[in-house]
């Protein structure tokens, strides 16, 4: 992080109009312009509990990773091949606040301009001009979430 960087200030639930977007949200899901993301969901991270927040970012990056990781970490629940991973410009419906996973915890300031929600989240469009990760890349991250999750460090603060 160069020296000068200034973070910005937290997103609250009560303060995060200074907060623009576009908004972002990686997934697997095959969604449609119009369709809400809700909470209640299955993480695809922790597919044990359902989250009570939709997540979101206003970086490529962040979203891109959401989506990757959301794919490569589907059940194989049919024949169908590998889980496709997709990108969505979203508007948020309520309030939202910085993601404590990764806000002030790993990442100071919020880097990965990551936030969340208890409302929807409304799907604008599908992103389609996105680069993908390197597949050595991505199993780099998978490999450091089987280490978490092998040392019981896998938590989502929800």
């Known amino acids: ?14 303060d995060h109009s200074h907060v623009k977007g576009p ?8 969604l ?13 991270f922790r597919p044990d509990r359902p989250l009570a927040h939709v997540y979101f970012s206003t970086r490529m990056e962040t ?17 169908a091949g590998p889980a496709t991973a997709r990108v969505y410009e979203v508007e948020p419906m309520g309030p939202f606040e910085d993601d404590p996973n990764v806000t002030d915890k790993k990442f100071p300031g919020n880097p990965t301009r990551s936030y969340r929600s208890r409302s929807p989240l409304r799907v604008i469009d599908q992103v389609t001009d996105w680069a993908r990760h390197s597949p050595e890349e991505l199993e780099g991250m998978l490999g450091n979430l089987a280490r978490l999750r092998a040392a019981g460090q896998d938590i989502v603060l929800d």
């Open 1 to 14: 992080m160069p020296e000068d960087f200034t973070p910005p200030p937290p997103a609250t639930l009560d």
């Open 23 to 30: 908004f972002l949200h990686g997934t697997r899901a095959d």
């Open 32 to 44: 449609s312009p119009g369709d809400l993301l809700l909470p209640g969901r299955r993480s695809h």
């Open 63 to 79: 979203a891109v990773w959401g989506a990757e990781l959301a794919a490569a970490l589907a059940p194989d629940e049919d024949d």
